[in-house]
């Protein structure tokens, strides 16, 4: 099996140069700082016209948690429809209860919406209160894969978790290994985990082009990119044998 790299980007230009970089996949979000919303109408019609890698798209409305009003899951659902017109390759969501188990109408609901697009579960399963049982109802809504770190901040930590997951799921689903993967580490998560499919940002800080800045601003003008040569590096070893 073709071992993939889904690089997760927040802005027109890091979807571009992880394209032309060498990632497998593209996850397109924005606000980086908020952990991912979903992206303006502008970058989805752009990105679609000038790569031809496959494109996930984050479908996020707000920062914060993942328990949705009424009007929060229509736009979820708005969403989906302008992503399956541009003919997207698929979305990427994830919707909990308050008691912190999976919000199974919903995500079902959204998945038969999305269809024939893939459906990824985000890292929202990070938050659950019991990844076994949450599995267990996210492959029963249909959804392609599950984006998770193992239940902690970083995959590394949280290899023995995805661990178990790729063996409960047993080919049923895809779990996708993310969180703080570079090429430091994703060796050893690879060979620990038996993962097939890799997240990463593979993020870089570029410094603002600005000449001026107002000395009694505090604001940070530097933008989030993602770094060529890490995407090389990490390609480079999930293709070993």
Same mark, same amino acid.
């Given at each position: 099996?073709?071992? $993939?790299?889904?690089?997760a980007?927040f802005?027109?230009?890091?979807?571009?140069?992880?394209?032309?970089?060498?990632?497998d996949r593209?996850?397109?979000?924005?606000?980086?700082?908020?952990?991912?919303? $979903?992206?303006?109408?502008?970058?989805?019609k752009?990105?679609?016209?000038?790569v031809?890698?496959?494109?996930f798209?984050?479908?996020?409305?707000?920062?914060?948690d *993942?328990?949705?009003?009424?009007?929060e *899951?229509e736009?979820?659902k708005k969403?989906?429809?302008?992503?399956?017109k541009?003919n997207?390759?698929?979305?990427?969501?994830?919707?909990?209860?308050?008691?912190?188990?999976?919000?199974?109408?919903r995500t079902s609901?959204?998945?038969?919406?999305?269809?024939?697009m893939?459906f $990824? *579960?985000?890292?929202?399963?990070?938050?659950?209160?019991?990844p076994?049982?949450?599995l267990?109802?996210?492959?029963?809504?249909?959804?392609n894969?599950?984006?998770?770190?193992g239940?902690?901040?970083?995959?590394?930590g949280?290899?023995? $978790?995805?661990?178990?997951?790729?063996?409960?799921?047993?080919?049923?689903?895809?779990?996708?290994?993310?969180?703080g993967?570079?090429?430091?580490?994703i060796?050893e998560?690879k060979?620990?985990?038996g993962?097939t499919?890799?997240?990463?940002s593979?993020?870089k800080?570029?410094?603002?082009k600005?000449? *001026?800045?107002?000395?009694?601003?505090k604001d940070?003008?530097?933008?989030v990119s993602?770094?060529v040569?890490e995407?090389?590096k990490m390609?480079?070893?999930?293709?070993?044998k």
């Amino acid at each position: 099996m073709r071992n $993939t790299l889904e690089l997760a980007v927040f802005n027109i230009e890091s979807a571009l140069t992880a394209a032309k970089g060498g990632a497998d996949r593209l996850e397109i979000c924005e606000n980086y700082a908020n952990g991912g919303t $979903t992206p303006s109408y502008g970058i989805l019609k752009i990105l679609r016209n000038k790569v031809s890698i496959p494109v996930f798209v984050m479908l996020c409305p707000r920062a914060g948690d *993942f328990v949705y009003t009424d009007e929060e *899951f229509e736009v979820i659902k708005k969403d989906i429809l302008i992503c399956k017109k541009l003919n997207f390759d698929g979305v990427v969501c994830g919707i909990l209860k308050t008691d912190g188990s999976i919000d199974v109408p919903r995500t079902s609901e959204l998945v038969q919406l999305a269809y024939p697009m893939e459906f $990824t *579960f985000h890292r929202a399963f990070d938050r659950c209160k019991d990844p076994l049982k949450a599995l267990e109802d996210i492959i029963d809504c249909g959804c392609n894969r599950i984006l998770t770190s193992g239940q902690v901040p970083n995959a590394l930590g949280g290899k023995k $978790t995805i661990k178990q997951l790729i063996q409960k799921a047993n080919n049923r689903i895809t779990i996708l290994a993310g969180g703080g993967i570079r090429s430091n580490n994703i060796a050893e998560i690879k060979q620990f985990t038996g993962a097939t499919e890799f997240h990463s940002s593979a993020k870089k800080i570029v410094p603002s082009k600005m000449q *001026f800045i107002n000395p009694k601003m505090k604001d940070d003008l530097n933008q989030v990119s993602v770094d060529v040569e890490e995407i090389k590096k990490m390609k480079k070893i999930i293709s070993k044998k």
